[in-house]
């Protein structure tokens, strides 16, 4: 169980969760059909990603808001999901220390996406009018 927040509990926080995606019924589909079959520039853009969100390791290059505007459209039940997942994922791996940055940061980046995702498809609906 980790007890600081380091580029190693990082990579096994995003390998673990990134497996536990790849089983799901929900997400899983979602996943395989961005991603494809080559999971591991994937993998590695999410640790880049969470390094920079935890550490403030700058490594990250990239959009998410893009990335996300850009597939089928997602709703709560998918972010929901996609929480959950990530919740027992830390508890699993994490010490009670640490765990609480890694749900936060995540729940707010979720209700981030989640907003603007929602809000670009209402404003998409009434151009389309």
Known sequence: MYQTTSEESIAE?????????????LLGPIFDEAI???????L?????????VLLASRTYKGNP????????????????????LWRETVHALCSENIAPAFIQKAQSIGERLLYAISTHHQWAGQGAA
């Open 36 to 42: 494809g079959a080559d999971w591991g520039p994937h």
């Open 65 to 84: 808001m893009i990335t996300h505007l850009l597939l089928p459209r997602l709703t709560q039940s998918h972010f929901d999901r996609w929480l959950e």
């Open 44 to 52: 590695e853009k999410m640790k880049a990603f969470w390094s920079t």
């Open 13 to 25: 926080l995003v390998d673990t969760f990134y497996g536990r995606i790849r089983g799901d019924r």
